[in-house]
């Protein structure tokens, strides 16, 4: 099991001293991914989700590929990944070629995640149409592996009409890995069926409703003859002040649980600062064994 860290974007804020010092430190204590959540528009005050609170104006949220482009620089090893970038909010297209872009730039160190999102209002800011959202991220995942993969691609779809073109250059991975994140089982039947893995709702704890998440998947992988020892799982673990022995149950659960991935979330924690953020990363780190 691969254990990573989320960014946390609000804590950290726009202090790039601190930006810097999370992304190696997480490298330097042998994290295998930094794990970035997207939004783009954030409303005024909290509406449309029991979470939403996090999602405000009050707080700070990096673009996710422009952040990787940077980090890219600063580190060798290190994966980077979106978790999630809402995808149908974007032209598949420029993602594409935005994705390949930091894969090159990072030596093929990119997983792109992304999922089709939960906010009307951020679609209505983007321009984007919310009622189709489903069926155009479907879409879009094809457009882009192609683009990826393919010299140029004639491609007629409902939402896309590309004749004969292409991108250049192309991405270090061939593919680039798609994690797609999803709440809803007819979402998560989606993430099976398109996904090369699937990031669980990051509110997910190891209980009962995950068990019972875990079993719908692994029908849909024998129903989409999908191999369970290439198909990744990534989970959250929170901090969340509950102290190392909860840590270390969660850990254990989680890899119990099967998953390939688990990533270490301080947001949302009362940490006082953003150097307490990176002490915790290095408290962690020797609690699971990582070795930098």
Known sequence: MKIGCVFPHSEIGDDMSMVKDFFQTAEDLGYDHVLCIDHVLCNKEAKGAPWAHYYTIKKTFHEPLTLFAYASALTSRIT???AVMVLPQRQAPLVAK???EVDILSGGRLRL????????EEYQGLGANFKTRARLFEEQIDVMRKLWTEETINYKGDFHQIEDMGINPKPVQQPIPIFI????????????RLGDGYSLNPRSEPDDETRRILGRISQWQA???????TFSMNATLHHWN???????????????MGMSHVSFRTIDSDLPNPKAHIDELVNFAKLSGLKG
């Open 80 to 82: 980077f990944a979106s």
């Open 181 to 192: 994140g999803a709440f809803a089982d007819k979402a998560i039947e989606r993430a099976v």
């Open 223 to 229: 129903e989409y003859n999908r191999d369970p020892a």
């Open 98 to 100: 935005q994705a390949a």
């Open 242 to 256: 509950r102290g190392e022995a909860a840590w270390e149950a969660d850990l254990k659960s989680w890899e119990e």
């Open 113 to 120: 995640g992304c999922g089709i999102g939960w906010s009307p």
